[in-house]
């Protein structure tokens, strides 16, 4: 019987809500928008829809793991217990640590903060929201002396301007990208500049992109500030010296600074302008170092002092850089500076990435912070939490963030730690000496829903965590919106909730009364009375509104912004709309910037920038997303964009394989070659890892340089090389089972519909093809094979058949001339082959006069580039619009509008 339940994605930061039409014998669940939600009212992107295909038991987690050994909870408990105790006896608190996620419930992530900073007594409780929203927390601290997002989700369709800093909103947060496509389809006059290095998919519906030089940000920022101050210095007696001299910024900009907002609700903005006014002097000098069009710089200044309700959207072109904290101060400097902040259709916003960060942030998830907005900072605050948890042992002082956590795991000086929901094995920077410092360590336990990653292979403990559709609890998107997420199915074997396996551990390690909870409303209670604690206004976060909340009210609860309290009963859209910030004065702060170059420049050895990111269909490091055969369609493999002339200097052909290495590490990946790219840089996706492809694990290729006041990586700027890898063999395998392969050097684990589908790459020719692709495929003695070799080119290519059906392909080739797979792939859907189909087999191609979609572009109606390209091409189609109308392609999560634009 099926169930219709509302729940939340458990994707990226927008927050989107689900209705759920889940069965629980069959374990299937049928996905739809929830058309109430605020978030995304019915829509979701290409990865929400896919959700159903997620939750199949096959890779899950389902028993507690010691050593090895599969066993119960009791045992498992008992060893993560004792093993913690004994570190915290021998060598003191600081020896352990918890390294938690975004991906965490807020529930969960209350008890592992309250056990490690209120009961162990260490502030080494990190997340890897350190390598996500740090800049942006400290950067709204400096600001507005809170981690406070001001805006919602509502302003896009109120905003004149829409500026979208280091984002790639069209992949990332799609649903967002489709409502501030759809703002503009409505507004014609609504104004969207992107700033990115990158020209990304996001570029679709920009009137302006600005590419600039990657790490440039700080300089292009302060350079509004002085555009937008002239003539504001001779109309200011007590500024009249300031060295800003008109003629170089364009006249009439004045006319956007809000010299009253400034006066009265802030404090600095005379050193931030001088500031930005001694470093930077004129437009040309703005495009000359973040290398763009003077004219560009000049219609993105106009157009920002033009334009009252402007938004400044940013995500991890900003966070992820040694000046990131400076680049999130240098935009708010521009927003204060105008008094565009908390009013409709206005303000900086923050997108966060995780489905959780924000709520990761409430309890206090990040090393420097306590719990409820409150951090080691304040003495005051330490003695609060410590009454309000009871407890005596309250952590005193900020525990190691992220990158440091796994230095002294690496030096022997952390030696017991619990991985929660994240796989820094792949996702932290320097990843192989992540790996190291996991392989040196005493102690590792590590909770997650799926048996094999990267960070799993290493641990020592491994307790099985219920998923998303199992578990229950709460979450905060980007706009501060409380939603739940709520159980579809039972939970998967012996799988738990975070928020229980936390507590179990906890009262085994004698702190039994404070982890007595029964359920995740009792933790929501306690974290809701925490936040209003002896908080009189003084602390943004308050939903203390909650703290007497029953369990039916909280089973009930619907969408809502914090805060919520006796002020705000029903949340607050907008915060600062009274213009009083939580510093001490009440006053908003500017921040002087000093433009800073990344940490390191490209040099003779590492001449190129690499830059990493997101693709629209895969969810990070692939655990849950690359089970879905339909998100592995758009992007299969690994790959490198290179700029042309970069490809031509260094060899590089389209599709080839390149080697890419840096002072860290290396990786292998395929070539794409791309004017969206600029020279001198190149980006990889950051998605692959050592379970989907031999060589594409990005992280050990990245800098683990921190920002100094964020301690945030610089994961989008490394300094690399590039060259040609020239396999002797290339070549591809697809089958309806699983494969172990006896690992050529470059291989890459594709899940399709009813096949799995292998690319290869070897420097070593076996003695005997056929030998080689018998004991790969095995098939026994029903299976018919065919088979063609030649010897002179080195092409071999066979096809195992079961009766009609296909079981297997090989194809292998000296050089790539390999044919495309589309084709192939399409017959493992088939129960029997016709003759005709079976005789084309070893060709590899559709028999002439059978269609071939091609490359899949539209993965939610699976349709296919050739199809769209006939289609445009017979029909006459014009607009995305009509190919939507005649193929459906782009109807339903849009996110691949911007791909359907390119072929139109
Ligand atoms: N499909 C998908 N969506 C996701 C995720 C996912 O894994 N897959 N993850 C979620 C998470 S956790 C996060 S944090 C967000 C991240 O969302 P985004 O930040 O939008 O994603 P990224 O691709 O990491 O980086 C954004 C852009 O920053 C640009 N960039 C690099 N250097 C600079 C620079 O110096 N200046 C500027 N201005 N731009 C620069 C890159 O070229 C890139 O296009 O996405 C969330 N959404
Ligand atoms: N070079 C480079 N590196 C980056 C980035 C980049 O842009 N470039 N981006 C950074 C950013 S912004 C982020 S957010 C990180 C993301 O990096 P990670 O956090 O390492 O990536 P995920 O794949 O999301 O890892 C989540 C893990 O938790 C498991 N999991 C899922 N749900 C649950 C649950 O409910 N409980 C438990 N216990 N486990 C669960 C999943 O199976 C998976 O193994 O990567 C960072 N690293
Ligand atoms: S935009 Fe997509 S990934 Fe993000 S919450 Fe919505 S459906 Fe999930
Ligand atoms: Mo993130």
Same mark, same amino acid.
């Given at each position: ?45 290409? $990865? ?8 199949? &038991? ?118 967002? +990208? ?5 703002? $503009? ?71 956007? &600074? ?22 930077? #002097? ?60 908390? $009013? ?126 199992? #578990? ?16 579809? +199915? ?85 915060? +600062? ?173 594709? #899940? ?108 939610? +109606? ?25 193929? #459906? ?16």
């Amino acid at each position: 019987m099926t169930h219709t339940i509302k729940t939340t994605c458990p994707y990226c930061g927008v927050g989107c809500g689900i209705s759920a039409a889940a069965d629980e014998q069959s374990r299937h669940v049928k996905i739809q928008g929830d058309k109430n939600h605020p978030a995304n009212f019915g829509r979701l992107c290409s $990865k929400g829809s896919a959700l159903g295909e997620t939750v199949e &038991l096959k890779g899950r987690l389902l028993q507690p793991r010691v050593y090895g050994r599969e066993t119960g909870w009791d045992e498992a408990l008992d060893a993560v217990a004792d093993s913690f105790i004994h570190v915290i006896q021998t060598y003191g608190p600081d020896a352990v640590a918890i390294y938690g996620s975004g991906q965490l419930l807020t529930e969960d992530y209350y008890v592992a903060n309250k056990l490690m900073k209120g009961y162990i007594g260490s502030g080494n409780m990190d997340t890897n929201s350190r390598l996500c929203m740090s800049s942006s927390v400290a950067g709204h601290k400096r600001a507005f002396g809170s981690d406070t997002v001001p805006g919602c989700y509502a302003d896009f369709e109120l905003a004149d301007m829409i500026v979208l800093i280091g984002s790639n909103t069209a992949w990332c947060h799609p649903v967002s +990208f489709q409502r501030i496509r759809a703002a $503009k389809e409505a507004n014609p006059a609504l104004k969207i500049v992107v700033i990115d290095p990158r020209r990304t998919a996001t570029c679709d519906i920009a009137d302006l992109h600005l590419p600039l030089a990657a790490g440039s940000d700080t300089i292009l920022f302060n350079g509004l500030l002085n555009f937008l101050s002239v003539g504001y210095a001779s109309r200011t007696a007590h500024l009249a010296d300031m060295p800003v001299s008109d003629t170089h910024w364009g006249i009439n900009a004045y006319a956007a &600074l809000n010299a009253d907002y400034i006066g009265q609700h802030t404090e600095g903005f005379a050193e931030a302008l001088a500031c930005a006014a001694r470093t930077v #002097k004129s437009i040309a000098q703005v495009a000359a170092q973040c290398r763009l069009d003077v004219a560009d710089v000049q219609r993105f200044y106009e157009g920002f002092a033009g334009n009252e309700k402007v938004m400044s959207l940013y995500s991890q072109g900003v966070n992820q850089s040694t000046s990131g904290t400076d680049k999130v101060n240098a935009i708010i400097n521009c927003h204060l500076a105008t008094g565009r902040i908390g $009013k409709p259709g206005m303000g900086p916003f923050s997108l966060t990435g995780q489905p959780n960060a924000m709520g990761g942030r409430e309890v206090g998830g990040l090393s420097h912070q306590l719990a409820a907005h409150m951090d080691f900072c304040s003495a005051e605050d330490i003695d609060r939490v410590a009454r309000f948890w009871g407890t005596d042992h309250i952590a005193r002082t900020a525990g190691l963030p992220a990158v440091e956590l796994f230095d002294a795991i690496y030096d022997g000086k952390v030696k017991a730690v619990w991985i929660m929901g994240t796989n820094p094995v792949v996702s932290l920077p320097n990843a192989d000496k992540v790996k190291q410092a996991l392989q040196r360590c005493d102690f590792v336990v590590v909770s997650d829903c799926i048996a094999d990653t990267d960070t799993t292979a290493l641990a020592h403990v491994l307790l099985p965590a219920q998923g998303w559709s199992e #578990k229950d609890g709460t979450v905060t998107n980007s706009e501060r919106c409380i939603s739940r997420q709520r159980t579809l +199915f039972s939970p998967a074997g012996q799988a738990r909730p975070d928020w229980w396996i936390i507590s179990q551990v906890a009262g085994r390690m004698g702190f039994g009364a404070a982890f007595a909870y029964q359920a995740p409303v009792d933790i929501f209670r306690e974290h809701a009375a925490l936040s209003g604690f002896e908080n009189n206004g003084r602390r943004d976060f308050d939903i203390s509104a909650f703290a007497g909340m029953s369990a039916t009210e909280y089973e009930q609860l619907l969408p809502i912004q914090w805060p919520v309290n006796k002020t705000y009963p029903q949340g607050r859209a907008r915060m +600062f709309d009274d213009n009083r910030f939580f510093t001490p004065s009440g006053k908003a702060q500017f921040i002087a910037i000093t433009p800073r170059p990344p940490a390191h420049a490209p040099d003779a050895d590492y001449p190129l920038i690499l830059n990493t990111g997101r693709l629209r269909d895969q969810w990070h490091t692939m655990t849950r997303t690359a089970i879905a055969a339909k998100l592995n369609q758009h992007k299969p493999e690994p790959f490198v964009e290179v700029h042309p002339q970069d490809a031509a200097y260094y060899w590089l052909v389209q599709h080839g394989l390149a080697l890419i290495e840096s002072r860290w590490g290396a990786m292998l990946a395929r070539v794409q070659v791309t004017d969206g790219q600029q020279q001198g840089n190149v980006f990889v996706p950051m998605h692959w890892t050592g379970q989907y492809a031999s060589m594409g694990r990005m992280g050990t290729l990245v800098n683990p340089v921190v920002d100094p006041v964020s301690k945030q990586p610089e994961c989008k700027h490394t300094p690399v090389r590039i060259a040609v890898y020239q396999p002797v063999w290339q070549g591809f395998m697809l089958s309806r089972q699983e494969l172990t392969l006896t690992a050529p050097e470059y291989w890459v684990k594709i #899940k399709g519909g009813q096949f799995y589908r292998y690319e290869l790459a070897g420097q070593n020719l076996p003695d005997d093809w056929q030998n080689w692709a018998k004991a790969h495929l095995g098939g026994g003695a029903q299976t018919q094979w065919q088979e063609y070799q030649d010897a002179g080119t080195g092409n071999y290519r066979a096809a195992q058949l079961r009766g009609k059906r296909l079981e297997s392909v090989v194809f292998i080739a000296a050089h790539n001339n390999l044919p495309e797979r589309n084709w192939l792939t399409g017959l493992f859907d088939k129960e029997a082959l016709d003759s005709q189909e079976r005789r084309a087999l070893l060709t590899g191609m559709a028999p002439l006069g059978v269609p071939d979609v091609g490359a899949i572009v539209c993965a939610c +109606f699976n349709v296919g580039e050739n199809t769209i390209r006939e289609a445009i091409k017979a029909q006459g189609l014009k607009t995305h619009q009509e190919v939507g109308q005649c193929l #459906k392609a782009g109807t339903n999560c849009g996110s691949c509008v911007p791909e359907i634009k390119a072929l139109l």
